[in-house]
């Protein structure tokens, strides 16, 4: 069994056996006490400034200056979003690998997840790669850090192409919702890594804990 289908049966118990239809799954992350810190904006002063970018890159708008990639709110959500993101590095491994989840907004909206072990650097990759198509950056996290997250990152991304029945291009998914994708990269994280056994919480299903308070960034 893959590390895909555990984590499958966690949320969803075992599947029945010679079951072969299509999977149209309801996910319940209630199922699953999720511990990794998820930071807040830093944007506390602006609490309109996701939304306002969010509809600046969906119209398209053309930036004031020519020279600039984005318009205004977009770029400056952006940059809030960056300076963010450095807050999930911790200062003893800086370059300890991680899993991570991104959303982009432009003309259509996505989350995308990956690796790396230059987390900053990697984000400002993505966010050039991306600006020329009118797609800015609105959210992320980060995990903890690894020794290696290349597993973690095959689990996220079979995980997301099983809940999220639309379509999806390489590591980006189209149209899911960034409180999805948070949650897929906490829960794969928490469960195919020693984080637990670090901060001494209890494997498992966690039927009986509260639902957890998963507070989307932006």
Do not use: K
């Not at 006490?33 to 398209?60: C, F, K, N, Q, S």
């Not at 790396?116 to 980060?142: F, K, Q």
């Not at 290696?148 to 390489?170: F, K, T, W």
């Not at 794969?188 to 494997?203: C, H, I, M, Q, Y």
């Amino acid at each position: 069994m893959t590390e895909a289908q555990n984590v499958m049966e966690v949320l969803f118990g075992p599947r029945e056996p010679g079951y072969r239809g299509s999977l149209e799954l309801d996910v319940d992350f209630r199922r699953v006490r999720l511990t990794t810190p998820v930071l807040p904006p830093i944007h506390p002063h602006v609490p309109d400034l996701v939304e306002m970018a969010r509809a600046e890159l969906r119209a398209g708008t053309l930036p004031e200056y020519p020279q600039a990639p984005l318009p205004e709110a977009s770029h400056l959500a952006q940059d809030c979003v960056q300076q963010q993101l450095a807050g999930y590095v911790e200062a003893d491994r800086p370059r300890a690998a991680r899993i991570y989840v991104l959303e982009f907004q432009g003309a259509r909206q996505y989350c995308m997840f990956g690796r790396t072990t230059d987390l900053i650097n990697r984000v400002v990759e993505h966010c050039r790669a991306a600006e020329p198509h009118g797609y800015g950056l609105l959210a992320g996290w980060a995990s903890p850090g690894v020794d290696d997250a290349q597993p973690l990152e095959h689990v996220a991304l079979n995980i997301g192409g099983m809940v999220h029945r639309r379509p999806h291009y390489r590591e980006r998914f189209y149209d899911m919702p960034f409180e999805t994708g948070l949650n897929i990269a906490r829960m794969v994280f928490e469960l195919n890594s020693d984080w637990r056994t670090r901060t001494g919480v209890a494997p498992g299903p966690a039927d009986s804990v509260p639902s957890p308070r998963v507070e989307p960034i932006g």
